[in-house]
């Protein structure tokens, strides 16, 4: 499966409805290499095995890929042949490769500030990311994370290709300084290793232009962040914690 329903709010300019909509499904993969864990991978459920064997290539290890099962597959090599392989280490995009998704879970705290965001206020913040990303106006090829206050007010934009090291590095910056970041603003799509990095920093809302997957959501409204999508013009799609969202 590639896709679920979920039950979002439509925000449209002062209109909000209840309604339907379909996102991604987002899942971690367990590379195992005769048994012992080796890597694990978010990816979209589907076509594990060529993506495997891809990496393999990619990596110069030379194993033949089988499907354990939905959430695992298995190399014919010796665990050793993956030490020090750059990629699979972080193939997890900001997930450490080698942490199972069960304990990351369980590292994560609840958000349990009251912080809120008018929907006016938060469909604004997309275009003052953009004026920002002095490098992507010069570019064109790279992801950005910015950190808002609640009024709106930016804090600190990052570039960088990777949309999770953006993220990183505005966090970076605000533990250096010593801010409690509460809103983080996305250029592209709403991952879980994105949402997962926004939990573990103590962000409330976490909006993005593009969609959030299933992994996302669900982490999203199991440890209080409003999740919002599709945050363009005056339209937003809120997936988890709308009352945060007002």
């Not at 010593?178 to 709403?190: C, D, E, F, K, M």
């Not at 991952?191 to 299933?214: D, F």
């Amino acid at each position: 499966m590639q896709s679920r329903e979920v039950a979002i709010e439509r925000v449209d300019k002062d209109a909000r409805t209840a309604d339907r909509d379909h996102v991604v499904v987002e899942a971690p993969l367990q590379i195992r290499a005769r048994g012992t864990p080796v890597a694990t991978i978010m990816r979209t459920p589907g076509h594990d095995l060529e993506l495997v064997r891809g990496l393999l290539h990619a990596e110069g290890i030379a194993g033949t890929p089988a499907q354990l099962d939905d959430d695992a597959v298995e190399v014919d090599v010796e665990a050793t042949a993956f030490a020090g392989r750059g990629l699979l280490a972080s193939a997890a995009c900001g997930v450490c490769g080698r942490v199972a998704i069960a304990d990351l879970e369980l590292r994560a705290k609840e958000v349990t500030a009251d912080t809120s965001i008018d929907h006016r206020v938060l469909a604004r913040l997309p275009d003052r990311l953009r004026a920002a990303q002095t490098v992507f106006r010069e570019t064109g090829g790279l992801h950005a994370a910015g950190l808002f206050t609640p009024a709106g007010e930016l804090i600190v934009v990052r570039e960088d290709v990777g949309r999770h090291n953006a993220v990183d590095k505005v966090i970076g910056h605000a533990l250096a300084a010593g801010i409690a970041p509460q809103v983080l603003v996305l250029s592209g799509r709403g991952g879980y290793e994105l949402v997962q990095k926004a939990v573990m920093a103590g962000v409330a809302i976490v909006a993005s232009v593009s969609a959030p997957s299933s992994l996302a959501i669900e982490l999203a409204e199991r440890f209080g962040v409003a999740l919002a999508g599709f945050v363009r013009g005056d339209r937003a799609n809120i997936y988890s914690h709308g009352w945060r969202i007002q």
